[in-house]
C-alpha cells in the first residue's frame, strides 16, 4: 500500500484549484459540523497533546496532536512553535506536518504539509466560535498580532461577516506595517491602531501573538462594546496568557478544548472560576450561545488535533477532485509480510544489499 502525498507545491495547486476562499469556507463548514457532532456525542474529543519544551539556543516547543477516529483513521501532527523563526531563519513560527494512518493496520496512508493547514483551521475555529458568540452584525475586527494567523484570522472572519475595516497592532512595526499588503487579498481596509483603540472600537478581536509566557497581557482591559468578542489564540503554552484577568472574569468564556484550555489556554487564569460550556457543546446547541452575542465573551482557542484531521480531509478531498498529490511506498511493506528482507526489487544498476 502506498502513502498518498501532498508536497507543497501539491499544496499550492489545490490552493489555486479551489480558490482561497472555497477552501476556506469548506474548512469552515466541516469544523462546524464536526464540533457539533462531537458535542452531541457522535464524535471524541482529541486527547491533549504532548510536547517537548526547548529553552536554548532556540526558544520554543515540539508537539504532538493525536485523533482517533476509531474503525477508520488517526490523524497525528507534529508541529514546532518556535518564534524566533520568522526573524532568524526566514520560516514560519509554526511549522508542522500531518499524518493520517489507518486504524486497522497502522500503515500510513497519506501525509501532507502542516503550516497552511495550521493557519486555515485555526481561522476556520475562530469563525466558527465568532459566529456562535459575536453579534451578528459586528463589522470591525481587531487584531493583536499581525503574524501567520493574523491574515487567516481576518480571511475566516471576512467570510462570516460583512467586515468593513480591520484594525491592527503588532509590537514588531515591520509586522504591522507589512500587513496591508499581506491582507490585501481580502479587500478590507486595514489601519494601524494601539491596542487601546482596538479594545474601544472593535466589535469582534483576535489576539494572536508571540508573546513570551509571563509577558502578557497584549490586551488591555478598559471601555468595549457591550458585545465585545474575543478569539484568544496565542495562549496555547503553559504559562502565556493574552488576555487580563479582570475582562475573563466577566467574560462568558467557552474553550475549545477545555482540558487542554485549563493546562494551556486562557483558562489557566481562571482556576477555581466557573467557566462556560466548551465549544462544542455551543455547536450542538446554539441557543445555549445565542444570549451572549449582545454581551462580552472569549472563545479560548489552544487548538487539537480533530480540527487537523477533519482540515486534512478537506485538503485530501479537494486534491482528489483535481487530480493532485503523489503515490509513494514510504513504507516497506514485504512481499512475505513475515519476512522483512523480502524486500521489493532495487532499481536496475543499484549495488545489491548485503
Ligand atoms: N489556538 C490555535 O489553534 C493556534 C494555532 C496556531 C498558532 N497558535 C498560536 O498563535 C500565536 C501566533 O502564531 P503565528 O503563527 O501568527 O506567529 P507569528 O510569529 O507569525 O506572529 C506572532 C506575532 O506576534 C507579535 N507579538 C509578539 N508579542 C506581542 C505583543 N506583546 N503584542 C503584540 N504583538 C506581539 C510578533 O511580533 C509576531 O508578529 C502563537 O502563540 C501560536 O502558538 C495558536
Redo the contacts with the bound molecule.
Sequence with gaps: METWVLSSHDIAKVVAAAGRDALMGRIIDRLAEGFAQIGRGERDLSPPRGGFERAEPVPGVFEWMPHRDAGDSITLKTVG?S?AN?RRFAL???IGTVARYDDHTGALTALMDGVLL?AMR?GA?SAVASRLLARPGSRTLGL???????VTQLHALSLVFELERVLV????AA?RDSFARRAAFTKIPVQIADPARIIAECDIVTT????PAG?GP?LPDGPHREHLHINA??A?LVGKTELPLALLTRAFVSADHPEQARREGECQQLAGHRTAPGLTRLAAEPALARPWRERLSVFD???FAFEDALAMEVFLQTAAEHGLGRRLPIEHHPADALDPYALQPLPAGAPAAR
Design positions: 512553535y518564534p520568522p514560519p513560527t509554526i495550521t485555526t475555529a493583536i498580532g499581525a503574524g501567520a494567523q493574523a497592532w503588532d509590537a514588531e509586522h494572536a501573538t508571540s508573546v509577558a497584549v489564540v496565542g496555547d482557542s489552544t487548538g
